[in-house]
Structure formats: C-alpha cells, structure tokens
C-alpha cells in the first residue's frame, strides 16, 4: 500500500507561483518512481487574495490547512508601500499567524556554499552550518501596545516573551539536530545585556548539554555572532537563537552564502501535531516577477526539507544532490526560473 502525503500548497504572491512550479515540478519527478503520493490542494492566500476578497486567512483557511501534512510556501507581499494593501496585515495576519496557530516553534534555516557557489566572501572556507531559529516566542509574539499614539508623548511597546517550556523544547530540538551533524552548538544571544531572557536561554542550554556529553556547546553575543558569520563562518554547525536574533542572522547567512535565491527554510512543529510549513526565505520579488529571473533553487531546497521531515530521507538526499551538481555546474550564463528547474528535476529522472 504507498503513503499518501496531504500537501497543502499556497504559491502567493509575485515570483511565488513561478518559484513553487519549479519546486512541484521537482518533487514530482523525485517521487514518481517511489511508493508515496502527494495529494495536492492548492490554497489562494497573500495580496492577490486580499485585493479580491478583502480577507487574509480566515478560520476555514486555517482548519482546512491544518488537515494536510505538510505546506509548501512560495512567498506572500505585494509592492512594499502600496496603499490598497495597507489594512492586509499579510506579515502578521498571514505568515506570523500561520506559525504561531500551527506552532512552528523550530524555524530551521540552513546555510550552505556549495562547491562551485560564488559568494561575496574572498576566503570563504567551508560554509554549512543551521541556524534553528526560535519560532514562537520573542518579540514578534504581539505582546505589547501603544498608547498616546501620534503626540510627543508616545509610548511604544513589544515585549520579549520567552517561557522556560518555550525555550528548552527549541534547545532541545538543536541538540539533537547537533548530534545527527558534526556536533558543535552555538547558543547566540546578547545574556549581556538582555539578562533575564539571556539567563533562561543560557541556562536551559547548560541543562540540555548535561544529556549530549558528545555536543561541543559555544556561545556568542549576537553582535560578535555576525562578525564571526563573516570573518569565520566554518566555526559553525548548528546555532540555536530567539525569534529576532534569528531572524537577522539568517539574512546574513544567506547573503554569505550565495544569496538570497539559494536559501531555503523550514518552520517546523517537530511532534507533528500541526503540519510543517517549508518556504524560500525570500519574499515575493514584485521587482522581477513575470521575467523569469527569480531563481527557483530556494523553493526547491524547500522541498528537500519537506522531505526530510515527513522521513523521506533517500528523496530528500537525491533533491539536495541534484541542487549541488546544478550549482556547481553553473556558468556565467543566467538561466530562467524554468531552465533551472528542469535542469534540477532532469537530475532526477534516471
Ligand atoms: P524579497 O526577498 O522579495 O526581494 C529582495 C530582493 O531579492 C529583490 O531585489 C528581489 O528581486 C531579490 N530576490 C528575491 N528572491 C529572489 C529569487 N528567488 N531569485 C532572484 N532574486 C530574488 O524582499 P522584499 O523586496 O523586501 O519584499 C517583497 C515582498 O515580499 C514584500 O511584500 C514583503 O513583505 C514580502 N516578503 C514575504 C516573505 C515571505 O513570504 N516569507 C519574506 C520576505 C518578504
Ligand atoms: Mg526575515
């Protein structure tokens, strides 16, 4: 009897749709020959969705989303500033609500200079290393407010939330991840300054590290964090950081390690209660959509992670493959979103 995997799709907006084409493209040349069947149901969500409708996601989105196994995301976002989209909420409403309501709390960001990848860094090294950024708490968990808003008397606030079963279930989920890797962790975090979360994190990892005596445990200051990701990122394998400092790091990441069109992303609910959420890391690039530049290469290691995480690993293993050799066989000539999807899934046939 072959598994059957509940996809759900939501392409967005821009160079969304043209990104995720390439992504389904490929993960249905990798598992035509095998015995799982993903079963597709495509969502219309983002600004396109809220220009026609005047909704962003409503509770049926949600409960018929969270029926499936998995989602594949392409990006959401209209033209930064455009005023019909000024009531959209598509950041908060949309893409934080998903996974806060489905309780993404690992966003797993890897970072990667394949051989052959050009970035912007003159003496690289080896670049691979993971950032599991904290995904539910934090800053961005909406707990603040403002009030005497618009007078000189303003005042503004976005409390960091960080609760101990917050932290120790991501901290745990890093060295575990630590131990299938080359087994170093990097807690970042500014303990500095930030004293009361910085003391939660620090502690939780110390507790953690008690049962892998195997895992090396470093820790940086996020600001010495992006000195190190710049002047010496093969010191990394995984690093495990709250909500924001993720966020920015990851930025990062990806710009030394080629750009923003290779670096996929996964948000994911490790016990499997909600389904996992797996995205390129870019937004929805209205600058280049319609002219087949956007680089699908992000969307499709997106897959790879989707697979790895429903345990297809020998599907997952032959995507990231065929991204490699796709990669290090490229030349100066660019290549539309389609070319390098065929060229990826025409990897996969044999
Ligand atoms: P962006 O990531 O869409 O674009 C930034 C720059 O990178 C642009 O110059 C774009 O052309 C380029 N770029 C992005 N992806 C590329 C790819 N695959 N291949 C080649 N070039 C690529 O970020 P921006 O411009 O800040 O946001 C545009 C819209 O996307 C906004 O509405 C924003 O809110 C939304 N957004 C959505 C995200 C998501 O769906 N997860 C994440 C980030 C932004
Ligand atoms: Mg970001």
């Not at 967005?12 to 597709?40: H, Q």
């Not at 590290?209 to 010191?235: C, E, K, M, Q, W």
Request: charged share 25%; hydrophobic share 40%; net charge negative.
């Amino acid at each position: 009897m072959s598994r059957v995997v509940k996809l759900a799709v939501i392409p967005g907006d821009g160079i969304g749709p043209e990104v995720v084409a390439e992504a389904e493209k490929v993960l249905d040349a990798v598992t035509s020959a095998s015995d799982v069947a993903f079963e597709k149901t495509r969502f219309s969500l983002g600004a396109g969705r809220f220009l026609e409708t005047g909704d962003t996601l409503t509770d049926d989105d949600l409960e018929a989303i969270k029926e499936h196994d998995a989602i594949l995301l392409g990006a959401v976002g209209g033209v930064p500033g455009d005023p019909r989209l000024k009531d959209a909420n598509i950041e908060r409403g949309l893409l934080l609500k998903l996974r806060f309501e489905l309780d993404h709390y690992v966003n797993l960001r890897p970072s990667k200079l394949y051989p052959g990848q050009l970035g912007p860094l003159a003496d690289p090294g080896d670049i691979d290393f993971v950032v599991v950024r904290e995904g539910t708490e934090g800053p961005y968990v909406g707990n603040g407010g403002s009030i005497r808003k618009g007078t000189p008397h303003e005042v503004a606030n976005e409390t960091s939330v960080n609760t101990a079963y917050g932290v120790e279930r991501v901290v745990r989920y890093a060295f575990e991840l630590a131990e299938r890797r080359s087994k170093r962790l990097t807690l970042v975090h500014k303990t500095n300054v930030l004293v009361n979360a910085g003391a939660l994190w620090q502690r939780t990892v110390q507790e953690v590290a008690i049962g892998h005596p195997d895992v090396a445990v470093d820790y940086l200051h996020v600001d010495a964090a992006t000195i190190f990701l710049v002047t010496n990122p093969s010191r990394f394998d995984v690093i495990v950081t709250d909500n924001l400092f993720g966020d920015i790091l990851t930025d990062l990441a990806g710009a030394v390690t080629g750009g923003i069109g290779l670096a996929a992303s996964g948000n994911i609910n490790p016990g499997g209660a909600f389904p996992s959420m797996f995205e390129p890391v870019h937004g929805s690039a209205p600058d280049i959509a319609g002219t087949g530049k956007a680089d699908p290469t992000a969307a499709i290691g997106s897959v790879a992670l989707l697979l790895d995480h429903l345990g297809l690993r020998e599907e997952a293993d032959r995507v990231t493959r065929a991204i490699e050799e796709d990669i290090s066989e490229r030349g100066a000539e660019p290549r539309t979103t389609i070319e390098i999807g065929d060229a990826i899934a025409a990897r996969l046939q044999a």
